[in-house]
């Protein structure tokens, strides 16, 4: 059984991967608007995982996700989540 703390690193390692793949692809070209790329392909499954465990309960999931309710709907408004 994989501890918290082991996902963690394991989520780590999978972004590192995906972007030593990324300035691989880039052939040379500059990278542009790293940050804003990689949280968005991060944050908005996040955001649909952590509703869905907590069963479309957004309050629920706010509190899993170490947010405020507010800055939840925010977010799904962002991301077009319903």
């Known amino acids: 059984m994989n ?3 082991m996902n963690k690193c394991e989520l780590s390692n999978s972004v590192k991967s995906s972007l030593d793949q990324y300035f691989k692809d880039l052939d040379g070209e500059s990278p542009h608007a790293l940050y804003d790329m990689v949280l968005s392909c ?3 499954p996040l955001l649909e995982y952590a509703l869905q465990y907590a069963g ?3 309050s629920k999931a706010a509190e899993i ?3 405020n309710r ?4 925010k977010k799904m408004k962002q991301y077009h989540i319903e």
């Open 65 to 67: 996700l170490g947010l």
């Open 56 to 58: 479309g309960n957004q």
């Open 70 to 73: 507010n800055t939840l709907r």
């Open 42 to 44: 991060i944050e908005k």
């Open 3 to 5: 501890s918290p703390i």
